[in-house]
């Protein structure tokens, strides 16, 4: 394994996060395994306090993980009898959004901790308007000060709002990632012309409805598929578009290596928020498979629109590219967007930012030391 870049050693890393175990509903689950595999192949040392729920208990497609320690705990209590210690001992401790009694549990951390302290956003456009309307429910903004380190799924101006308006100490982005030794292209025929993976949102249906459902309509000729759970009964779907109600991961790199091309849709708060890249756009992107997105700000920062990802807001123009853009070309633009995830979107690559922000904060409190 590499060794941590941080200050030359390994960190011993506490995350308190919603779940590791079950990817059931939860799609937590996929960024923290990608990021702490990373880490793990960095060379940290990682515990893993995930609150045992029945829904995750009954749900488990990762009771064991291998790349880093788990604890499992029933109560506030419990985890403050049995892992303050580590708590207290690590150099680094992260909780992250929608963690069950998450303000007691932020603030608990803060108390104890004795290294650097991280939130770590999963939902920052959705933290941001709890902390507008004061919903308290996984965090308040009377904690978001206390931590050394704001960490955020959405980047671009979001960063400077949390700061300006929260008082995050150091707003920083830290997107999703992929791990690519369960995402690659594979050999074999495309069974589907184009494909979405999503559970049902009624803000994402009418861009779903726009960007595959019109033109399934329009290409009878052609197959479809969406995948995920929770779709109404009464959505008429064409003929050629097949439904699939639940995916799970283990699954998804056949699904997408299984399709032609494949479709990115965005939640709208995410689209106002701009800078919110979706897991399943690294994921898909890993795969070679060509990406078919919707428009929005911060974009084509991630992918070069064009030569490694195709945007676009028109039911017309999907229909174009399904029908005219040749083979190679699709796998062209596929290929650059492997590359441009390899270099910049795996797990190991969020560690090494996360090292580089740990070594920021522990600048700055040596530079205070030494006053």
């Given at each position: 394994m590499a060794q941590g870049a941080v200050s030359g050693r390994t960190l011993d890393v506490v995350v308190l996060g919603l779940s590791i175990t079950s990817s059931w509903g939860n799609g937590h689950a996929t960024t923290f395994r990608a990021l702490l595999k990373g880490m793990a192949q960095r060379g940290h040392r990682v515990l893993f306090l995930e609150r045992d729920k029945p829904w995750y208990a009954e749900n488990r497609d990762m009771p064991n993980p291998d790349f880093c320690d788990?604890?499992?705990?029933?109560?506030?209590?419990?985890?403050?009898?049995?892992?303050?210690?580590?708590?207290?001992?690590?150099?680094?401790?992260?909780?992250?959004?929608?963690?069950?009694?998450?303000?007691?549990?932020?603030?608990?951390?803060?108390e104890t901790a004795e290294g650097v302290t991280a939130f770590y956003d999963i939902d920052t456009p959705v933290t941001v308007a709890r902390l507008e309307r004061g919903d308290t429910e996984y965090l308040s903004a009377a904690?978001?000060?206390?931590?050394?380190?704001?960490?955020?799924?959405?980047?671009?101006?979001?960063?400077?709002?949390?700061?300006?308006?929260?008082?995050?100490?150091?707003?920083?982005?830290?997107?999703?990632?992929?791990?690519?030794?369960?995402?690659?292209?594979?050999?074999?025929?495309?069974?589907?012309?184009?494909?979405?993976?999503?559970?049902?949102?009624?803000?994402?249906?009418?861009?779903?409805?726009?960007?595959?459902?019109?033109?399934a309509r329009h290409l009878p000729g052609s197959s479809f598929i969406v995948a995920g759970p929770q779709y109404p009964a009464d959505i008429d779907w064409?003929?050629?578009v097949q439904r699939v109600e639940h995916l799970p991961p283990?699954?998804?790199?056949?699904?997408?290596?299984?399709?032609?091309?494949?479709?990115?849709?965005?939640?709208?708060?995410?689209?106002a928020a701009g800078w919110s890249p979706s897991v399943r756009l690294f994921e898909a992107a890993a795969c070679g498979t060509p990406i078919i997105s919707d428009p929005w700000q911060g974009l084509d920062t991630l992918f070069k629109p064009g030569e490694e990802i195709l945007i676009t807001d028109d039911s017309e123009q999907v229909a174009r590219w399904l029908r005219d853009l040749t083979a190679n070309r699709a796998r062209a633009i596929g290929r650059a967007a492997r590359r441009r995830v390899l270099a910049s979107h795996t797990g190991v690559r969020r560690a090494m930012e996360l090292e580089a922000y740990v070594e920021e904060v522990r600048g700055v409190q040596r530079a205070a030391r030494a006053l």
């Amino acid at each position: 394994m590499a060794q941590g870049a941080v200050s030359g050693r390994t960190l011993d890393v506490v995350v308190l996060g919603l779940s590791i175990t079950s990817s059931w509903g939860n799609g937590h689950a996929t960024t923290f395994r990608a990021l702490l595999k990373g880490m793990a192949q960095r060379g940290h040392r990682v515990l893993f306090l995930e609150r045992d729920k029945p829904w995750y208990a009954e749900n488990r497609d990762m009771p064991n993980p291998d790349f880093c320690d788990l604890a499992l705990y029933d109560s506030l209590d419990e985890l403050a009898d049995k892992h303050a210690q580590a708590v207290r001992r690590a150099d680094l401790v992260v909780v992250g959004s929608y963690v069950p009694d998450g303000v007691a549990v932020g603030t608990w951390v803060q108390e104890t901790a004795e290294g650097v302290t991280a939130f770590y956003d999963i939902d920052t456009p959705v933290t941001v308007a709890r902390l507008e309307r004061g919903d308290t429910e996984y965090l308040s903004a009377a904690i978001v000060p206390g931590f050394d380190l704001y960490l955020s799924f959405t980047g671009g101006p979001t960063l400077d709002r949390l700061e300006r308006e929260f008082g995050a100490q150091r707003a920083r982005v830290l997107y999703c990632s992929v791990d690519p030794d369960g995402y690659f292209p594979e050999l074999g025929p495309a069974r589907w012309d184009l494909g979405y993976l999503g559970t049902y949102s009624t803000d994402r249906q009418p861009t779903l409805d726009r960007l595959l459902v019109e033109p399934a309509r329009h290409l009878p000729g052609s197959s479809f598929i969406v995948a995920g759970p929770q779709y109404p009964a009464d959505i008429d779907w064409p003929a050629n578009v097949q439904r699939v109600e639940h995916l799970p991961p283990a699954e998804h790199r056949g699904f997408y290596n299984a399709q032609r091309f494949t479709l990115n849709v965005t939640r709208a708060d995410m689209v106002a928020a701009g800078w919110s890249p979706s897991v399943r756009l690294f994921e898909a992107a890993a795969c070679g498979t060509p990406i078919i997105s919707d428009p929005w700000q911060g974009l084509d920062t991630l992918f070069k629109p064009g030569e490694e990802i195709l945007i676009t807001d028109d039911s017309e123009q999907v229909a174009r590219w399904l029908r005219d853009l040749t083979a190679n070309r699709a796998r062209a633009i596929g290929r650059a967007a492997r590359r441009r995830v390899l270099a910049s979107h795996t797990g190991v690559r969020r560690a090494m930012e996360l090292e580089a922000y740990v070594e920021e904060v522990r600048g700055v409190q040596r530079a205070a030391r030494a006053l």
